[in-house]
């Protein structure tokens, strides 16, 4: 089957396991979400899935080339939109879109209505002749939404997206990634922002630790652990809900 | 399809490289045109040095005085190509959006290191040229000598990458890469053999010969050796990054972390900066590197050249400052991302310039301690006497605080090929434009009865005066921007 498939990878930093035999898989036309609080191995995954780094165990697949074997391959058929994007400060956002496009070999003229489609909605197209080391941060990351969103391409990846974004932006952005998902591409997007995962996935991946505590639609999450949000589930999952109770219960030993 | 994706990602570096130096050329009106007018000085007099020199070093010039030639050559094309490409792998420098793009290892590395290695190397081999076309010709020597030599010049350039890439890997935990050393000394040693050369040292013994005209070999056969040498090298280089994955990421050590911050804000910028610095295991790698080397041909020079020990030990000491200039060329640049926090703290921009200033050219110093030991140290066993230190450590303390001024000017990265290309161009050519000026006024000036220790402390304070300038201007205008 095509989409994004990982089997049993596990990824060591030195002597520390940062994702430990974790599995997934994201078919075309699904939007999903790997959920999970900060150093749990959501970035390192997604840059494993992208090519970034290599898995010490297990194996990824893109649209189904394994990316140990045909990475070139897997790497034509992804798009990917790191958390903080940086480098090539004195190219202006044109030059960078196009330098872009440029690697994945994709027609100008298509690409460039895209590009300036995509850019327009995030109310940015003013900066089109800007140089990227000009930019904000958040402009900065919808200029590398825009790359990666505009190409025709069967796999996105996201980290953070709404990292940096304004509200209106974060409303454009979850149309976006249900429109591509409409249209047949598998995306994955690494996320702390429960709120925005839970309004924009059809399927959930909670982490915990590197490893995979409980996966499903939204609607199968909430019945499976009795919540009324995604965030009690994952607290109950995770038993942070517990830990922020006593938490909460020194400080309030502390004020008095 | 290689090519095309190579160059455009060379194309979009190249394009960044040259706009910033754009700001710095409007701000410093009188470098620009300096860097404009630089490489065609430096062609003039290096022409014009060499044609008058050609004469005097002619007449007493032997097979010795030919083979220590070819021997420097490749020396200073070996440590240049080694230290150009140690530091950093293929695409480090690059944002996980492109990387993560479509590009085979091999477009990756010529993109960001291959071609940039190659346009320097095209430098390097004029410069060379330049430099001996007048003097083979005052010597005698056949005419295809110095094309031998930039030949050879370039298949040393390449090699020193290649092991360079492979001794980068070996200390990444990819052991295996050592084996690429292999056919290069088999490369080597055939192509030595093959053109009566012998072992060791090889081709470099009939390139002599060439020189000092003492024994005409084929020039076809010469020409295919060299080219073959060439090739090796550089398919040795591709074949290490095609086969091998990318290295692990860069880490750092806990160096210093008992080390604590000085409360004053000019102690703090200065104790992070260095810190920063001193954790870096690439750099560890590199000085520790750069002291092995430099004790090796140090320990060999004692041994096999006695008579030119003096020399040879200068020779050395230059090389271990020059290759540890990075260090301070480097401390802005790696230090970059830590801008906002002197900014926004409440540290004026004297403190954050001064602390800049003082830790790149602290760092520098730091990393020089090891290399020159083991320069000086084994013939200081020979000799039995310390070499004239007040004197070597005026020289580096001169070549670490111009390639401060030059890394406040042209910051790079540590793991930008291409920066620290251009920052050691800027560098190169600041070093020069310092002791030309040097040795053009300081006869000049001893004609007005002005003693020797006074010109040169005046000379150190210019520097000083210029680099602080240079560092408080840049600032200035990073600021506006």
């Given amino acids: 089957m095509s989409g994004l498939q990982v089997s049993r990878v596990t990824k060591r930093y030195g002597q520390k396991t940062v994702v430990s035999e974790l599995s997934l898989t994201v078919e075309p036309g699904m939007v999903a979400s790997l959920v999970g609080p900060n150093g749990c191995g959501k970035t390192t995954t997604l840059g494993m899935i992208a090519g970034l780094r290599l898995p010490d165990e297990g194996w990824i697949s893109v649209s189904d080339y394994d990316t140990s074997v045909s990475p070139l391959d897997a790497k034509r058929n992804l798009a990917f939109v790191p958390d903080t994007p940086n480098g090539f400060e004195q190219l202006n956002v044109r030059e960078y879109l196009d330098l872009y496009r440029n690697l994945y070999r994709q027609p100008r003229a298509r690409y460039e209505e895209r590009a300036q489609a995509v850019l327009g909605a995030f109310g940015s197209l003013q900066y089109y002749e800007a140089n990227l080391g000009e930019l904000s941060h958040g402009t900065r990351r919808k200029v590398a939404m825009t790359a990666a969103l505009s190409l025709d391409i069967p796999n996105v990846l996201i980290d953070e997206p709404t990292v940096g974004l304004d509200p209106e932006s974060v409303v454009v952005l979850r149309r976006l990634m249900k429109h591509i998902g409409r249209n047949g591409a598998a995306v994955l997007l690494a996320t702390q922002d429960l709120v925005f995962a839970e309004r924009v996935s059809d399927h959930l991946f909670l982490i915990h630790d590197g490893r995979l505590v409980a996966n499903g639609s939204t609607a199968l999450l909430l019945e499976r652990y009795h919540a009324n949000s995604i965030e009690e589930a994952f607290l109950t999952v995770t038993g942070i809900g517990r830990w922020i109770d006593d938490f909460e219960q020194r400080l309030d030993a502390l004020s008095r | ?481």
């Fill in chain 2, 1 to 481: 399809m290689i090519s095309s994706s190579a160059w455009m990602l060379f194309r979009a570096n190249a394009l960044c490289l040259i706009r910033r130096l754009q700001p710095v050329a409007r701000t410093n009106p009188l470098l620009a045109a300096l860097t404009i007018l630089a490489p065609t000085v430096l062609l003039i007099s290096l022409v014009w040095g060499s044609s008058r020199r050609a004469t005097t070093l002619a007449a007493s010039f032997g097979s010795e005085a030919s083979a220590a030639i070819v021997l420097a050559a490749a020396i200073v094309f070996a440590i240049v190509g080694f230290n150009v490409q140690h530091m950093s792998s293929a695409g480090e420098s690059l944002d996980a959006q492109i990387r993560s793009a479509p590009l085979s290892r091999v477009e990756l590395f010529l993109g960001t290191v291959g071609i940039p290695f190659t346009i320097s190397c095209l430098v390097l081999s004029i410069l060379s040229l330049t430099l001996f076309v007048p003097f083979s010709y005052a010597v005698g020597a056949l005419p295809y000598a110095p094309v031998y030599l930039v030949l050879f010049e370039v298949a040393i350039f390449y090699a020193a990458g290649a092991v360079g890439e492979a001794l980068m890997r070996v200390t990444r935990r990819q052991p295996a890469a050592l084996v690429a050393l292999l056919p290069l000394i088999a490369s080597w040693t055939g192509v030595g053999i093959s053109t009566d050369g012998g072992a060791w040292p090889g081709i470099a013994r009939p390139i002599w010969r060439a020189i000092s005209n003492t024994k005409v070999e084929s020039v076809l056969e010469m020409t295919i050796a060299l080219l073959l040498l060439v090739l090796a090298s550089v398919s040795v280089w591709i074949l290490l990054v095609s086969l091998f994955d990318p290295p692990e990421q860069q880490t750092f050590s806990y160096a210093g972390r008992r080390l604590r911050s000085p409360s004053s804000r000019f102690g703090a910028v200065l104790c992070v900066t260095l810190k920063r610095m001193v954790r870096d295991r690439s750099l560890q790698r590199h000085v520790l590197f750069v002291a092995a080397l430099v004790g090796i041909l140090s320990g060999l020079a004692s041994v096999l050249l006695p008579s030119v020990l003096p020399l040879a030990r200068g020779g050395l000491v230059l090389l271990a400052v020059l290759s540890v200039s990075i260090v301070p060329l480097a401390t802005y640049g790696a230090n970059r991302d830590s801008r906002w926090l002197w900014r926004s703290a409440p540290v004026s921009t004297t403190t954050y310039v001064l602390g800049m200033i003082v830790s790149s050219f602290c760092g520098g110093i730091l990393a020089t301690f090891a290399p020159v030991a083991a320069a000086t140290l084994s013939s200081f066993w020979v000799e039995r006497e310390l070499p004239e230190l007040g004197a070597v450590a005026a020289v580096a303390a001169v070549i670490l605080f111009v390639a401060t001024g030059a890394g406040s000017l042209m910051p790079c990265r540590l793991e930008s090929t291409s920066e620290q290309i251009l920052s050691y161009a800027v560098f190169g050519a600041s070093l020069g434009g310092v002791f030309a000026t040097q040795s053009w006024m300081t006869p000049r000036l001893a004609a007005l009865n002005i003693p020797e220790p006074l010109i040169e402390a005046g000379l150190v304070l210019t520097i000083v005066g210029l680099v602080v300038t240079a560092a408080f201007l840049r600032e200035h205008e990073r600021r506006k921007a």
